[in-house]
């Protein structure tokens, strides 16, 4: 491939291709060939110019005023009908119909009937010269429809790109307008209850006939309001505008989750009375954003899977960092109870932690334990 594009890029003259330039070389032998009387021109200056002329046809995509300059020189010892004609096809072909090509087209067409004028009978003056005018008028409108198909190709490529472009555009509006909806039935829905949960959580505190209810009541309420903000975060996400400015977006990835926020999320489950043992190590190393939040929500919804699925039952989260590559594992031991008091989950768990570790550039294993658990093992790699 880098060879190819190497050769594409020298060949840049004849539109990259290596066929462009084997026909301009046949092309131009031809044009030399059947334009000369090699019988009278083979002479020193002849030969001289003929190779000249041949160099002036190779490059005549590059330079277009090569041929025709050459053909004009050329008329001094041969019929430059052919040469004539190809220049003004060059001519049309490159420039389009612009002052150049007039002015080509009638220098040519002055050198042709003066070459007739002195080279022909007077009885076939006139034939030829109009066989000259045919000539380069078909030569030249045949260029000019060329480069005219040239143009409506490159305007209909521009219409399809602007069409591609103004389809994605209308796609991303259409994304951030359901955005916002999800945004707003979140807000009013999600945000409300959890609102009055912590409220309700706050007054039974305040009110509790005992200390246990007392505790339990803290907990709902801490919970219920780390939920709020996490919610709210997540809120500007979705309502994130266009217009915001850089600094709304940096506060708001300020609050993103990281890895060290894993032994709060522990501790708070703790306190709410799970069975949770947390091996953490005490030197962290330094991960992308992207792969503490992925962490941090592959334990969130292990211990949430934990306690739907498998309720009192002891739980081993296991961080670990070694070989350049963060390890997080989440193992849970089997239920001690019957299983009916499991709350029904979602089903999409999951699917949603897989594809948050695959984005973060990691891996996910999930399945049962020897001893009857089930386990969730997370790797990010630190590169």
């Given at each position: 491939?880098?060879?190819?594009?190497?050769?594409?890029?020298?060949?840049?003259?004849?539109?990259?291709?290596?066929?462009?330039?084997?026909?301009?070389?046949?092309?131009?032998?031809?044009?030399?060939?059947?334009?000369?009387?090699?019988?009278?021109?083979?002479?020193?200056?002849?030969?001289?110019?003929?190779?000249?002329?041949?160099l002036a046809f190779l490059l005549r995509r590059r330079f277009p005023w090569l041929p025709v300059v050459a053909t004009a020189a050329m008329a001094t010892f041969t019929g430059p009908a052919v040469a004539a004609s190809v220049a003004v096809y060059t001519m049309a072909r490159r420039r389009g119909p612009?002052?150049?090509?007039?002015?080509?087209?009638?220098?040519?067409?002055?050198?042709?009937?003066?070459?007739?004028?002195?080279?022909?009978?007077?009885?076939?003056?006139?034939?030829?010269?109009?066989?000259?005018?045919?000539?380069?008028?078909v030569a030249m409108l045949l260029g000019l429809w060329v480069f005219q198909r040239k143009m409506l190709l490159v305007t209909f490529r521009e219409r399809a790109e602007q069409a591609e472009r103004e389809r994605d555009l209308l796609a991303e509006r259409a994304v951030a307008a359901e955005r916002r909806?999800?945004?707003?039935?979140?807000?009013?829905?999600?945000?409300?209850?959890?609102?009055?949960?912590?409220?309700?959580?706050?007054?039974?505190?305040?009110?509790?006939?005992?200390?246990?209810?007392?505790?339990?009541?803290?907990?709902?309420?801490?919970?219920?309001?780390?939920?709020?903000?996490?919610?709210?975060?997540?809120?500007?996400?979705?309502?994130?505008?266009?217009?915001?400015?850089?600094?709304?977006?940096?506060?708001?990835?300020?609050?993103?989750?990281?890895?060290?926020?894993?032994?709060?999320?522990?501790?708070?489950?703790?306190?709410?009375?799970?069975?949770?043992?947390?091996?953490?190590?005490?030197?962290?190393?330094?991960?992308?954003?992207?792969?503490?939040?992925?962490?941090?929500?592959?334990?969130?919804?292990?211990?949430?899977?934990?306690?739907?699925?498998?309720?009192?039952?002891?739980?081993?989260?296991?961080?670990?960092?070694?070989?350049?590559?963060?390890?997080?594992?989440?193992?849970?031991?089997?239920?001690?109870?019957?299983?009916?008091?499991?709350?029904?989950?979602?089903?999409?768990?999951?699917?949603?932690?897989?594809?948050?570790?695959?984005?973060?550039?990691?891996?996910?294993?999930?399945?049962?334990?020897?001893?009857?658990?089930?386990?969730?093992?997370?790797?990010?790699?630190?590169?």
């Open positions: 491939m880098r060879f190819l594009d190497h050769l594409r890029a020298r060949l840049s003259w004849w539109d990259g291709r290596i066929r462009s330039l084997l026909f301009d070389l046949v092309a131009a032998v031809f044009t030399v060939r059947f334009g000369v009387d090699f019988d009278t021109a083979l002479t020193v200056p002849n030969v001289c110019l003929m190779i000249g002329a041949a612009s002052t150049q090509l007039w002015i080509a087209a009638g220098l040519l067409t002055a050198v042709l009937i003066l070459h007739t004028y002195y080279n022909q009978p007077p009885s076939n003056v006139y034939v030829f010269v109009i066989s000259v005018a045919v000539a380069v008028g909806r999800i945004a707003r039935e979140m807000h009013d829905v999600v945000a409300h209850r959890c609102s009055v949960i912590s409220l309700q959580a706050g007054a039974l505190t305040l009110t509790a006939p005992d200390e246990r209810t007392g505790e339990v009541a803290e907990v709902i309420r801490k919970t219920s309001a780390t939920a709020l903000t996490e919610l709210r975060s997540m809120l500007r996400v979705l309502r994130e505008d266009e217009n915001d400015g850089p600094g709304e977006t940096s506060g708001e990835l300020a609050n993103d989750p990281t890895l060290s926020s894993i032994r709060r999320l522990v501790a708070d489950s703790v306190e709410s009375g799970e069975n949770i043992r947390l091996d953490f190590p005490d030197q962290l190393p330094e991960t992308s954003s992207e792969i503490g939040r992925a962490a941090y929500r592959v334990v969130q919804e292990s211990l949430t899977n934990a306690a739907k699925h498998a309720p009192h039952a002891a739980v081993h989260v296991e961080v670990a960092a070694d070989d350049g590559e963060v390890v997080v594992t989440v193992s849970n031991r089997r239920s001690p109870g019957t299983g009916s008091d499991a709350v029904p989950g979602s089903g999409y768990g999951l699917i949603g932690m897989r594809e948050r570790v695959t984005l973060a550039g990691g891996a996910l294993r999930t399945g049962w334990a020897e001893d009857g658990g089930y386990r969730v093992r997370a790797v990010f790699p630190l590169q």
